[in-house]
């Protein structure tokens, strides 16, 4: 349950960006109203760096954890953000396609919800963040674009839990 203030029920998009594959949800009144699951995973970004830099994919996964924690030198930033900017209209557009596809939703909330360890990556949600790629989605209000986060689950905000982990506490949570 997430524990943010809301003044009335839960209506947010929430993206899990797995390894494989990213999990969308439409959440109204506090509830799923719709789902999709999207193929394309954090792997997918690992995999574009692993061609790009001449990486195994197993280095590729360390540079692109490294790059979304700005540890690497800047033209290894710079080859890996120029790498992103190729990929991220791909996975936009699957985002626009899975969000469209979800049948009885007229308008969708305006708050997205960012979690998974593809959620790392900055590209990601300031990509996310442009209105310009969904224009074309009956989205109410003004887009508003973050990491899920622990406080928002009511964990402590100690820098050990990210993003990355809340798919799996919340699914522990629901197990309780």
Known sequence: MLKKNYTGALNTILLDIGGETTDIAV???????GNRTLGLGGRFFSQIISERLGNSINEAELKKIS?????????QLALISES?????????KGLEVGLSDIEG?????????????????????????????S?????????????LMPPDLGLPSDNI????????????LLNL
Not at 135 to 147: A, S, T
Not at 161 to 172: D, F, K, N, T, V
């Open 67 to 75: 790059y979304g924690e700005k540890r690497l030198p800047e033209d």
């Open 161 to 172: 839990l990210g993003p990355e982990y809340l798919p799996a506490i919340a699914i522990g």
């Open 27 to 33: 959440i109204f009144g506090g509830g799923i109203t």
């Open 135 to 147: 224009h074309n989605l009956p989205i109410k209000g003004e887009l508003k674009v973050r990491n």
């Open 105 to 133: 939703i007229k308008l969708l909330p305006s708050e997205i919800l960012i979690s998974g360890g593809g959620s790392l990556l900055p590209d990601v949600v300031k990509f996310i963040s442009d209105p310009a790629w």
């Open 84 to 92: 992103l900017k190729d990929l991220i209209p791909v996975f936009l």
